[in-house]
């Protein structure tokens, strides 16, 4: 294989999706460190590892590590995928010209996530990608809302998709993250409530309500499993 052929396959990290190395991958390896990360052989046949596989000084060791368990936990979640799926799904996207750079910015993302939790929550939605359960759109459209969210404020919508016991501020932030509609409440059927209960309308005030929408609905489905 040519340098540049090479290259190219280590920044396009779908070619990386259809290695049959992945179906080895475990969890095990998230616990070693870099060193002995890169003398893995498992590893060293999945394309997309070979850009960190160098050496460097402690800065750049310490960013290599986090950026390898960052791709590990993206690829992890796909390896009960059979290698016929994902590459039949990778050869898909190519007749449609959607790999074209997408590859590349999908790479970029993992590496700018800052937390490596964010990658597995990729990893579970590209797995529903392939296996034809989420659309491709939606899949990049709910990876650009992780890379942009606050880990903990994605955590709290795990099996919650009425927004039990979550804070306005959190469900604030998720609305602006494009996971929740919002709307204000019905001034006139709170007053006849309150009417009801106290004989005056006084201290009615609209509300804003918090929904999950059909995108947080299916970051609810796809992003936990």
């Known amino acids: 294989m040519s340098n540049d052929k090479r290259n ?6 779908f070619k990386s999706v259809k290695s049959e190395a992945i179906t080895e991958l475990s969890p095990e390896l ?3 460190g870099l060193d002995a ?3 893995s052989e498992v590893l060293k ?12 000084g402690l800065y750049q060791k310490i960013t290599e590590t986090f950026f390898t368990k960052k791709l590990l936990k993206f690829l992890i979640e796909l390896k009960d995928i059979s290698l016929n799926d994902r590459k039949k799904f990778i050869y898909e996207l190519e007749s449609k010209n959607e790999t074209a750079s997408a590859g590349e910015k999908l790479l970029v993302t993992l590496n700018r996530l800052n937390n490596d939790d964010k990658a ?30 606050f880990l903990d404020d994605l955590k709290v919508l795990e099996n919650n998709k009425h927004l039990s016991y979550i804070n306005s501020d959190i469900k604030s932030n998720l609305h602006q993250l494009g996971l929740l509609k919002q709307s204000i409440s019905d001034i006139e059927k709170q007053r006849k409530f309150r009417i009801r209960a106290t004989g005056s309308p006084d201290g009615v005030q609209a509300k804003l309500i918090f929904e999950i929408n059909d995108i947080g609905l299916k970051f609810i489905n796809f992003g936990f499993k």
Do not use: C, M, S, W
């Open 8 to 13: 190219k396959d280590q920044i396009d990290i």
């Open 30 to 32: 998230l616990e070693i």
């Open 37 to 39: 990360l890169t003398e």
């Open 45 to 56: 046949d999945i394309p997309v590892f070979g850009i960190g596989f160098k050496t460097y």
């Open 120 to 149: 597995t929550f990729i990893g579970r939605l590209f797995k529903h990608t392939i296996l034809g359960e989420l659309e491709y759109k939606d899949f990049t459209r709910l990876v650009h809302i992780i890379d942009n969210a």
